[in-house]
């Protein structure tokens, strides 16, 4: 399944930029020349990751729609491209609030992986149900033993965390033991790895 990626930049050659060190089999390239496109893709599209550059964030009229679109949805990992002396406002970073800056000329890869972290660490595995399942409602609920569903929706997301934490670390512990086991592996088949000739 390919992450919808928006890039909204002024400048085409990170546009460009962005298109090659972006895979297409991993990433939907969604992007926007200036703040008007931006916002036109917001409405349409449900990013799992925003790129924008500093320069767009000069236009201040359309700045307001950008800030109720971002604020509406779930925080989405936003990563900022600023000009080094290019100033940036102060209240931009307030409502921004950017997973990272990256002050051209920056290293591609860095801008790659940081963007491939945030979008993995959002991702739900697939053996994960969205929802867990209710338990039957009872017809007449016993005094006292309500439960506010605003606190049965927190408690869900808390054990799909807690489920989730526990399938990375156990991912952790298998590729452990997985690498363990290929350098004994090849230990054993190197010369002189542990296996005498016979005269």
């Keep these: 399944m390919a992450y919808n990626l928006i890039v909204a930049d002024s400048s085409p050659a990170i546009r460009r930029l962005c298109q090659s060190i972006f895979?297409?089999?991993t990433f939907r390239l969604h992007l926007a020349g200036n703040l008007d496109e931006l916002n036109q893709l917001?409405?349409?599209v449900n990013p799992e990751a925003l790129i924008?550059?500093?320069s767009l964030l000069e236009a201040?009229?359309?700045l307001l729609p950008l800030q109720a679109r971002l604020a509406a949805g779930n925080r989405v990992p936003v990563f900022l491209l600023a000009g080094t002396f290019e100033p940036l406002p102060r209240d931009c970073r307030e409502w921004l609030k950017p997973d990272k800056v990256f002050l051209?000329?920056?290293?591609s890869e860095s801008l790659a992986e940081a963007v491939r972290e945030a979008v993995e660490k959002r991702r739900v595995p697939d053996t994960l149900p969205e929802e867990l399942p209710d338990s039957p409602v009872k017809e007449k609920?016993?005094?006292g033993s309500q439960v506010s569903p605003a606190l049965l929706r927190e408690l869900r997301h808390l054990v799909q965390q807690e489920v989730l934490e526990a399938e990375r670390e156990l991912e952790k512990r298998l590729r452990a033991s997985l690498q363990a086991t290929n350098r004994a592996e090849t230990k054993s088949r190197e010369p002189g790895g542990g296996q005498e000739s016979g005269r």
């Design 23 to 25: 895979s297409e089999e």
């Design 42 to 44: 917001l409405e349409t």
């Design 52 to 54: 924008i550059g500093s």
């Design 60 to 62: 201040t009229d359309s």
């Design 104 to 107: 051209k000329p920056f290293y």
């Design 141 to 143: 609920p016993d005094a």
